[in-house]
């Protein structure tokens, strides 16, 4: 029997993946080897990879705790969420979408010492399973700087901006979201209250305050991450985000990320209408 669950209204304190990305206009595609040096050069098949650690977040959207599938959840999480399926699916979207220059201007930046510093620490950040101790890290770091008046503070702020960190995360979570609950809905693994004209206008109701999260969330982030950067070199990594044609590649790196991340949440709904809450003996 499909077990039935009564959806809450929204959790949204998931996706606190950071990614930085964005379309690029078609010129001509890169082909698959340049693609995937591209991946590997800019740090992004881990942060692909790391796309798995959101995955708790799905039961939860639920009203129920992954534990509660037992081992059952591990298996599931390691059959979707498979590194090898998220690259191909990534490659196959930035095959259509990245055009040679706009790829050969990130990768020649992040082939570089300082970009494959940059790249080494973000890896490490990305792959962090315990997000609570990052972000008691990274508030304690900011509350050290504010209480100095250390302008690092600003140059950490004009980062998340030139990555596009806070409105790119506010759509990303809305889209996976709704993705997410109505194909549980369809699956029969919930009862949705509303439909999803009422879903979208719930979650722009409450933007408000996932903004500020976001921002607060996104701050901490980056002087965890980038704590072992001096200023002159967190003020040049934004102004290298800010490059249009980094901008470019940025959003569409979002944009495939994201995608990716929908993709496999509704992979998880459909498989969840099989499973029953657990407890292993």
Known sequence: MTA???APMLVLSFLSL??????????????????ETFL????????????????????QML????????????????EVFKTDLMHEMALDILGKTLDDDALDHAADFYASEFGQRLVKAENSSHMIEDDELKSE????????LVRIGSPRVELLRSLNEASDVEDSSIRAI????????????GAGVIELQMDEPDLREALRAQEGDMRASIQSNALANAAYTYQAFSDVEIDAYAKALAHPTMQKVYELMNAVQYEIQANRFEEVAARLSGMQPSQDL
């Open 4 to 6: 039935i669950f009564r």
């Open 174 to 185: 809305q889209e996976v979201q709704i993705r997410f609950l109505m194909a549980a809905a």
């Open 18 to 35: 950071l990614a930085v990305a964005v379309p690029v206009p078609q010129a001509r595609a890169a082909d698959t080897e340049k693609l």
């Open 40 to 59: 590997e050069v800019t740090g992004f098949d881990v942060a692909l990879e790391s796309i798995r650690l959101s995955a708790d977040a799905a039961p």
């Open 63 to 78: 009203g129920i705790e992954a534990d509660a599938f037992g081992s059952e959840w591990s298996r599931l999480v390691g």
């Open 137 to 144: 890290s990274g508030t304690a770091i900011i509350d050290g």
